[in-house]
Every structure is written in structure tokens, then in C-alpha cells.
């Protein structure tokens, strides 16, 4: 069981000051050996198309890495050195491509989500994840005016089946496990995966998000006893978040509007009961992978050594 | 009142809150000033109180904008209860040189004039190309289909009380051996132009020159600085190994674009022209690269304010 941390420890979406940095080489190549000087020799990337767009100081996109680094075999190189033994999970949210129109998000994601295969296949990470769905908030700009939301949510779940299903195929010719995740937000929240993952007609396997899990009202160490056969990657983030104000249906789920709160917080500082997740991992005799995540964080430094002291002092990592 | 009217062209990136309610207990969650730059109800005052009626805004942001706002028009006046107005958007122009793609765009930038209407602004300030390391150099053929397409876009936006503000990027396929051509082969009835203060210097062009030489077309700024006297062809076209393809974001953080009084552009000569020619109208702050957007903002006011304000406001 490797223990890793994710990318999007790195907050791009939100300009607080210092937020330049951020799409600098030279910014994410300190990053590496602070990871690694905090105890994490593995990383998730989160895959984002966005990046594409002239800002290949983000090595977020294959594009980054060809034209910074010339290839994956030497951005691997410099990994190494930098105390990162490797790349074990890309991740890909496609909520940005839903803007409106059915047809433009699956073509979208159709496209884009094979790259970010790709990438996980070049830098050879073990699995790939997906978020399944955008959000109720953007698949709802989809629904045409006057027609029932319950059918067109369920058309857009099948049509999300076969999307998977096609893509489950090019991970496993990649060589790549694929997982899909069910942020609060999105159609399969909480305990909706399960029969989901069942019903595919293809090996697709869980990515358990700890306080994904518990903000859709669901106990993940329930979820994750229950269906651990089915589990492909454990995501360890931590919040003290409860929805009562149904902030899943908002435009910005991440940020609940009518009582702000920092939903997902640094390890330990919210109540996920991880000793208790481990426990559970480790007796069901899990050899998948698990992420460390500072979704959002305020500051990179703290939340990793938040994380390490949590690991550290509650599971003797 | 003034001639000169001072907007903010919002690098802000995504704003995930209208307002906090809870703004003292949010702050105790982490005690950081991160919950000071996540509203639209504190971000618009910082604008107001260091001295901005305008905010620009950028296309991107609209669908987070849109999605807490609903419509246009509610942003508009969750703003002007602020005392601040959409000056104006920027706008890319990519693909434009090739012919076939002539009615894509334009039909783009009907809606992006439509959604800045809806907005109340005035300027839609347009890069012209993609960059230069993707398509140059442009051919004239090239040259002649973007501008097309640009004054078609410009026609319709003064058609509906918009200026298309041509809004050059010292890395875009219109450069430093084609952008006057460019301008002069766009028409001054429908195209106008939005002066970039730092990117003009970084082209290698002269800006006092620029401005004097096209006074009647330019009418909106991006005031910003550079510390760089113009760079070379091999850096603007992204040949050069150092800076790679991606020329805007540099590998090892130096800045390219600094505050208004931070570099080498002669901005009092500026403003002497600006006095000349009786400029009247939006000037935006352009502070992208900064690391503290409200440092920035007020940095750069002061310097309009207190500074050039002397010689011509």
C-alpha cells in the first residue's frame, strides 16, 4: 500500500496572494523535494486540458511535458532526483466541459479523457480516476426546458456508462487500472456508485473519497468495508463539512454559499476517522493505493506536514 | 470629472463566493487572508476604495460569474450597488487567419459583444491571432483574413454601442513587422485600439510614438510596466530555449509585466500625449503577474492618481 499525495494540493483556480507562482517550473520543481522532504515519495496528478492553453509551467497536460521537459522519461528523471519515486494515479474532473450541451460534454470528455489515459499510461502511474459526472448544477444547464429532470438524468447516466465503459477499455489497453469518483456534487454520490460500478459492462473499480463520502452523508468507513473489493484507490481527505443547505445542487458545491466553510480540510483537522479506515484497509487486505489530499489548501507547506504529523502520530506512517 | 477613468482588469481568476456571511467565523477556520480574496462583495471593494469605477473582465470567469450572479444583470447591479461598472472584457481572436473559419468566429464574437452589452461595457478588447510559436508568420493573406473578420466583429459591436479594441500580446502572430500594417488594414469606422502599455515596449515598438502616431483609434489602455526594453524575435516567437513555446509564463518566475512606475515606460511622456491629444475615457490597470492583486491595485492608482495625475487627470 503506497501512500501519496495529490496534486491539487496546488490551488490554480483562486487568487490568493502568491498564486503567480504557481504556473512556473521552477515553482513545481521545489514542490517535489518539499513533497518528498515531508515524507511522500508518490504523486497524483490531476489531469486538466485547461493548462493547455499557454501554460505548460503546469505539468498538468502531456503538452507540459513534452515541450518543458522533452518527454516523460526525463521528467520521470528529474522526479526521481527530486525524491519522488513515482507517478502512481492521474486524475481527471470533466465538470469544465459541461457547459450546457449534452452532445458538446460527452464529445468533449471523449477526446480529453483518453489524454489524460495516455499520460498516466507515459508516466506510468496504476490507475487512472475519473470523477463520473459533472455536477447536478451543470448537468440541470443541460436539461431542456419543460422536460422531466429525473429521465434526463437517467439518459445522461447511461450515456455516462457507455462513456466509461469505452474508456474502462482504453485504460486496460494502457495497461492502466481505471477507477471513477463520486465528488458530492455529482449524479452518483454517496452509495449511488456501488450498483452504478456493478452495472457496467466493463472492470471499473471505486476511488473511495473519504470526505466526499462523508459531506454526501454517507459513513466512509461503512462504505469502504463494505465494497472493498471493489475499491481501487482510497483518497484520505479529511472535513468536518455537514450539507444542510444542499450546497450539492449549487453552482460552486465547493463552496457552500449560504454559510461559507472550507469543505475539505488538512488531514486531521477535520473528523474522518482514518485510524479506523486504515484499520479496515489494512485487515481486508487492500493492496491498492492511497492519496493523501489538501484540496484547496491555504498553504502547501502546512498541509503537508498536517498530513505527515496525522500519519506520522495516528498510523505509525 | 475626469478624463481619465481608472478600471481593473480582474486577474482574480475564479471568485468562488457572492459574499460570506459568516466572514469572522470563515476567518477563524484557518486564520489566513485567503478568506479575504474568495467574494465578489470584498474584491469589488477593494476596488472602490483604491480608487476604481470599472472592472474588466475576463471570458472565462463569466460561467462561474453566471452561475452565482444568474444573469448578467444582477451581476451588474451587485456591482453598481459597490459603486463599480463592467468596463469592459477581453477577447481572443484564435484561428482567425484562416479563411474557413471566418463565420465561427465571428458568430463568437457576436456573443461576446451580446453578453459585454448585457454587461454594460463598452471596450471588448480582442487579441487578434493565436500566438506566434503556433501559427507565425502570417502570410498576407493571413494577415488580411483576421482583419476581416475583425472589422466584421467591430461593425457589429458599434452596431450595438460596443468598441472591438484591438489588444496586442508581444507573443501574437500580429507583431512587431506587421501589427501598424495590421491596424491600418482594419477599418477606423469599426476597429479601435486598446494600447498595451507593456506589451508594446516588450514588441520592441515605441510607445510614445504608438500612441501619438494612433491617438484617434486608441481608445482604452491597459496601463501596465515592463522592466524589459523590448525583446528579441527569438523570444517573442517562442524559439527561444530558455523561455520555450509558452513565452507569457516564464520557467524560472521573472516577471515580464511589472505595476505602472515599476519599469522602464516613460509613462509621464505617455501622459503629456494623453493631455495632448485630450484623451477621455477607461484606463485599466493590468496587473497580471503580480503576487498580491490588492498591492497592485493600489500601487498603480497612487501612481495614476498622485503621480501622472499631476500632468493630466
Known amino acids: ?317 | 470629472m475626469s478624463n481619465i477613468r481608472l478600471a481593473h482588469l480582474a486577474h482574480f481568476k475564479t471568485i468562488p463566493y457572492k459574499q460570506i456571511n459568516n466572514f469572522r467565523d470563515f476567518y477563524y477556520e484557518e486564520k489566513t487572508n485567503d478568506t479575504y480574496f474568495l467574494d465578489w462583495d470584498h474584491i469589488l471593494k477593494y476596488h472602490k476604495a483604491t480608487g476604481y469605477d470599472g472592472i474588466e473582465l475576463l471570458p472565462w470567469d463569466l460561467n462561474e460569474i453566471l452561475g452565482l450572479f444568474g444573469t448578467p444583470e444582477a451581476y451588474v447591479d451587485f456591482c453598481q450597488e459597490r459603486g463599480i461598472v463592467v468596463s469592459g472584457m477581453f477577447h481572443g481572436c484564435d484561428d482567425s487567419h484562416i479563411a474557413e473559419k471566418h463565420d465561427e468566429i465571428f458568430e463568437a464574437g457576436k456573443q461576446a459583444v451580446d453578453t459585454l452589452k448585457k454587461l454594460g461595457g463598452k471596450h471588448l478588447n480582442t487579441c487578434p491571432a493565436s500566438n506566434y510559436s503556433e501559427i507565425g508568420p502570417l502570410s498576407e493573406e493571413g494577415l488580411k483574413n483576421v482583419a476581416k473578420v475583425i472589422t466584421d466583429i467591430g461593425r457589429y459591436a458599434v452596431d450595438n454601442g460596443i468598441q472591438v479594441c484591438l489588444h496586442n500580446e508581444f507573443f501574437c502572430a500580429v507583431n512587431k513587422y506587421n501589427h501598424r500594417q495590421f491596424l491600418e488594414m482594419t477599418d477606423p469606422r469599426y476597429v479601435f485600439y486598446c494600447l498595451d502599455t507593456a506589451q508594446i515596449k516588450l514588441m520592441g515598438d515605441d510607445v510614445l510614438n504608438f500612441y501619438d502616431t494612433y491617438a484617434d483609434r486608441i481608445t482604452t489602455f491597459h496601463l501596465k510596466d515592463t522592466a524589459s526594453m523590448g525583446e528579441s524575435d527569438a523570444v517573442r516567437f517562442g524559439q527561444d530555449p530558455q523561455h520555450y513555446k509558452d513565452v507569457e509564463i516564464t520557467r524560472d518566475g521573472h516577471r515580464w509585466f511589472w505595476e505602472p512606475g515599476e519599469g522602464v515606460v516613460d509613462m509621464e511622456g505617455l501622459w503629456k500625449l494623453l493631455k495632448k491629444h485630450h484623451f477621455q475615457g477607461w484606463v485599466s490597470i493590468e496587473d497580471d503577474q503580480t503576487p498580491d492583486l490588492l498591492a497592485a491595485m493600489a500601487l498603480a492608482s497612487y501612481e495614476v492618481n498622485e503621480v501622472l495625475g499631476k500632468i493630466y487627470r
Request: hydrophobic letters at 35%; a negative charge; proline letters at 3%.
Open chain 1, 1 to 317: 500500500m503506497k501512500i501519496g499525495f495529490s496534486s491539487d494540493l496546488v490551488n490554480l483556480n483562486y487568487h490568493a496572494p502568491n498564486r503567480n507562482r504557481y504556473e512556473s517550473v521552477y515553482y513545481w520543481e521545489e514542490l517535489y523535494t518539499l513533497i518528498s522532504a515531508a515524507g511522500f515519495k508518490y504523486l497524483e496528478m490531476g489531469y486538466n486540458p485547461k493548462w493547455d492553453f499557454g501554460r505548460s509551467g503546469i505539468p498538468l497536460v502531456n503538452r507540459s511535458i513534452e515541450l518543458v521537459y522533452g518527454g516523460f522519461e526525463n521528467y520521470l528523471k528529474l522526479l526521481h532526483e527530486s525524491g519522488i519515486e513515482g507517478i502512481t494515479s492521474v486524475s481527471f474532473d470533466p465538470n469544465m466541459f459541461c457547459g450546457g450541451n449534452t452532445d458538446m460534454y460527452f464529445g468533449a470528455v471523449g477526446f480529453l479523457a483518453p489524454q489524460a489515459i495516455a499520460y498516466a499510461k507515459s508516466s506510468g502511474a496504476e490507475v487512472f480516476t475519473m470523477t463520473a459526472t459533472p455536477s447536478y448544477y451543470s448537468v440541470k444547464k443541460c436539461c431542456p426546458e419543460g422536460e422531466s429532470f429525473e429521465k434526463f438524468e437517467e439518459e445522461f447516466l447511461d450515456k455516462t456508462a457507455s462513456l466509461i465503459e469505452e474508456l474502462a477499455k482504453k485504460a486496460e489497453e494502457a495497461g492502466v487500472k481505471m477507477c471513477i469518483r463520486n465528488d458530492y456534487w455529482t449524479l452518483l454520490r454517496g452509495n449511488k456508485i456501488v450498483d452504478f460500478v456493478k452495472n457496467l459492462n466493463a472492470k471499473v473499480y471505486i476511488d473511495a473519497d473519504t470526505a466526499n463520502l462523508k459531506a454526501a452523508g454517507v459513513c466512509p468507513e461503512a462504505f469502504i468495508k463494505d465494497n472493498l473489493e471493489n475499491i481501487g484507490l482510497v483518497h484520505f481527505s479529511d472535513t468536518d463539512f455537514v450539507d444542510d443547505q444542499e450546497a450539492y445542487l449549487q453552482p460552486l458545491p465547493e463552496f457552500p454559499a449560504k454559510r461559507s466553510t472550507k469543505v475539505f480540510k488538512d488531514m486531521g483537522r477535520g473528523t474522518v476517522d482514518f485510524v479506523k479506515i486504515y484499520e479496515i484497509l489494512k485487515d481486508g487486505g487492500y493492496d491498492g493505493n492511497i492519496i493523501c489530499n489538501a484540496r484547496n489548501s491555504y498553504d502547501q507547506c502546512r498541509s503537508l506536514l498536517r498530513a505527515r504529523r496525522y500519519l506520522q502520530t495516528k498510523l505509525g506512517q
